[in-house]
C-alpha cells in the first residue's frame, strides 16, 4: 500500500490496463450494473462555450469507488474532431481515502474499447471472417490494438473518411487494410464503429447477414441508422442508454422503451442467451458508464502498484 496519492500520467495509466485483467473487471462491473448493486447517477455535464466537463462517479461493490471528470472540447489542430481531457480519482471503498489520480484520456479510451471488444465476443455469430472499424481517431487506434490481440488472424478493414489516416492506423493490425466506410462495412462479419459522428456513418442496406454492430461513437448525434436500431436485437451497459436524454443517453435511442434493450450484462451473467441465431443482427450500443471506469482504474491502479509505476504525493 502506498502512503500518499499514486498520481500515474498517461502512459503510466495505459501501462497498468492488462487487457485480460480489464476484461475480467468490466465483466464483474456490468453484470453488476444489471444487478443494480452499482451506485451511480447519471452522467452531468457542464456547459462551456467551446465544449462540456463530464462528471461521472461511480461506486462497484468489491471493485472500487472512483469519479472522473472529462473535458470534451473541439481540438483545432484537427479540424472536426473532439479532444477528450480529464482525470479519473480512485478511492478506497471502505474508508473513503484517496488512492490514485490518473489520467482519464487513457482510461477512457482503453476500457471503451474494452468494452466493445467483451461485447463482440459475447454477442457476434460463431464465424466473424472479417471485422471493420469505423473512424481514425484515438478510440479507433484503441480499438485495433485490442482487435490485434483477441482477434490477430481475423482479417481487419479501416474505414474513414481520410484515407491517408485510416491506412496510417491499419498498420496497428497485422492483417488490416484500409477503405472506404462502405468498402469497410459490406462484407464484414462485425462492425466496430468509433467515430465523432453527429449523423449516421452506416446504412442497415450494408450490412451483411447475421452480422454485429458495435457502436461507441456518436456523443453528439446518431452514429446508427434508424433501420439498423430497429431491425437489430439491441443491448446496452445500462437502462439509462435508452431512457436518459443525452450527453447521459444515446441518441439514437431515444425515444425507445426501456424493454426494448438487453442489458449486456445480462447476457454475461447467463440469464439472456445474447445472439438467438445465426441470422441475427446484433446491435451493441455504448455510452460508457462509470462503473466501467472504476473498473478500470482498478486494474492500472493495481497494475502500478505491482510495476512500481507512478508517484506517490501526499495531499
Known sequence: MTNGVLVLEAAQTRAGLDPDRLAEALTRALVAVADGTVSAPPRIAAEAPAGLLGVMPAHVPGVGLAAKLVSVFADPAVPGRSSHRGVVALFDETDGRP????????????????????????????QVRRIAVLGT????????????????????????????????????????????????????????????????????????????????????????????????????EWTGAVTAPPPAGAHELQGLTAGRAVLLGEVLSGRHPGRRGDGELTVFKSTGHAALDVAAAAVAYAGALEDGRGTSLAF
Open 99 to 126: 488512492l490514485a489520480v490518473m489520467d482519464a484520456e487513457s482510461i477512457t479510451a482503453v476500457r471503451t474499447a474494452a468494452t466493445a471488444t467483451l461485447a463482440l465476443r459475447t454477442l457476434a455469430g460463431p
Open 137 to 236: 481517431g484515438v478510440q479507433a487506434g484503441a480499438q485495433l490494438d485490442l482487435l490485434a490481440r483477441y482477434f490477430p488472424d481475423t482479417p481487419v478493414v479501416v474505414g474513414g473518411r481520410d484515407p491517408e489516416r485510416a491506412r496510417s492506423l491499419a498498420a496497428r493490425h497485422p492483417r488490416s487494410t484500409a477503405g472506404t466506410v462502405e468498402d469497410a462495412v459490406r462484407g464484414s462479419g462485425a462492425v466496430l464503429c468509433c467515430t465523432g459522428a453527429r449523423e449516421p456513418v452506416l446504412r442497415r442496406s450494408w450490412l451483411a447477414e447475421g452480422a454485429h454492430v458495435g457502436s461507441v461513437g456518436g456523443s453528439r448525434g446518431p452514429e446508427l441508422d434508424a433501420r439498423t436500431v430497429d431491425e437489430g436485437a439491441l443491448f446496452v
